[in-house]
């Protein structure tokens, strides 16, 4: 006897992952004959820099063996220490942190971590506009996601005060994201205390997805770290901060106790870092000069683009941090501009084609060569 395939249901629910939806875009400006500029995905086009790709070279080993979810010794030592350097912030290598694929794996899959399916609190907090991994981890760990409305009139900041107490009280886990993904936005430290601090009080879990935190341009971005580890996880890797994004290497660190509890997570999923990765990644950690030299390189995109759109009398939050420039659609109709740049061979990204709360206004991910985006300046000076 045959029936329809048992799927989950929830993958029916999903709407078409955002950079699909943009194939066609891209074929379309390649029938007219030229490639396409593309701003629409956040990837950077840098090169590795060859001290890290040596690094993972000389640790690939002759005889391949299974790594371990904990990672290295020396990769928790790496990433302690570069969290001192950074955020002023002391970590125990064997019980604060642990490493991650990249980490939108560890992002993915904290939900089943911290929601309980059956039980009260299945809530799951997401300032919007929003990384879309946050909402689906949610949803297939049996959470419920509960968008929380950031508006450009405060800074692109969660009003947290806002949310009822009974909402809290259904709250397994609050997301934050600084700098901000698709705003460009940055948070003070006093949005971490207080969220810990509603935290405590109601009982749900902080978590941090600071990936952009070293690229700015002001004054560096502060962590949830900063602010303490109880109840709270942060979110780092390297695919931002090194140009490493297909090494898929981070790591996640906090309270203790939700550590402890991912490790017995991730025994079962299969998701620990290569050995060789791991050895990249402890190079990477270890040296700040390329870091400079990539914030630099953005910043020189930025500087591209922010005169282009003052001249085509558009707005664009004055983002101080990450390579995405966010642009108010004129009338809010972000996928009738996102069109017009499409016909001019350059591909922004719709923010309604993120989430719900981008709707009116553009992504552009800073990330081409510099001879691109000057290309796509001068085409779209020339179109529109």
């Known amino acids: 006897m045959s029936g329809a395939l048992p799927l ?21 400006a390649r029938s007219r004959g030229r490639e396409p500029v ?22 690939v080993p002759e005889q391949s063996s299974y790594p371990s979810v904990a990672g290295s010794p020396e990769l928790r030592r790496a990433v302690a220490g570069w969290v001192e350097r950074r955020f ?31 039980g009260a609190r299945r809530r799951v907090v997401i300032p919007t506009p929003a990384y879309p991994v946050y909402a689906r981890g949610a949803r297939l760990a049996g959470g419920v ?47 971490y205390e207080r969220a810990l601090a509603l935290a405590r009080e109601h009982g749900f879990v902080v978590a941090s997805d600071e990936a952009y935190c070293e690229l700015y341009f002001a004054a560096p971005p502060p962590s949830l770290l900063q602010a303490g580890l109880e ?17 898929r290497s981070g790591f996640f660190a906090g309270d203790p106790e939700l550590v402890a509890a991912y490790r017995a997570l991730r025994l079962s999923l ?33 500087e591209i683009f922010l005169p282009l759109l ?27 501009l996102a069109e017009r740049w499409f016909a001019a061979g350059v591909l922004p990204m719709p923010g309604s084609w993120l989430s719900d709360g981008g709707a009116g206004y553009l992504r552009l991910a800073l ?7 000057r290309e796509a300046a001068r085409r779209l000076r020339a179109a529109l």
């Not at 966010?326 to 009738?336: F, N, R, S, T, Y």
């Not at 990330?367 to 985006?373: K, R």
Request: charged content about 20%; glycine content about 8%.
């Open 145 to 191: 996601p509960t968008p929380l409305p950031l508006e450009e009139s405060r800074g692109f900041l969660p009003d947290l005060d806002a949310v009822p107490a009974a909402v809290w009280r259904e709250t397994a886990v609050l997301w934050l994201n600084y700098p901000h993904n698709p705003t460009g936005a940055t948070a003070p430290l006093a949005l």
């Open 231 to 247: 109840r709270g996880l942060a979110f780092h890797t390297l695919s931002k901060r090194s140009a490493m994004t297909g090494y």
């Open 8 to 28: 989950n249901p929830c993958l029916a629910e999903f709407p078409e992952y955002p950079f699909a939806r943009l194939g066609a875009a891209r074929e379309a």
């Open 38 to 59: 593309d701003l629409s995905l956040g990837d950077p086009r840098e090169p590795t820099p060859a001290f890290i790709r040596e690094a993972l070279t000389r640790a």
């Open 310 to 336: 003052r001249d085509l009398g558009l707005h664009a939050f004055p983002a101080p941090a990450t390579f995405f420039l966010w642009v108010a659609a004129p009338g809010g109709d972000d996928v009738a």
């Open 270 to 302: 299969g998701v620990a870092t290569p050995g060789f990765v791991q050895a990249a990644a402890v190079a990477a950690w270890g040296e700040e000069t390329h870091v400079e030299r990539l914030r630099a390189a953005f910043a020189a995109r930025r």
């Open 88 to 118: 002023g912030v002391r970590l125990d290598p064997e019980r604060h942190l642990l490493p991650a694929n990249g980490s939108k794996e560890a992002i993915f899959h904290l939900a089943m971590v911290c929601v309980d399916p059956g």
């Open 367 to 373: 990330v081409p060569t510099l001879a691109d985006c």
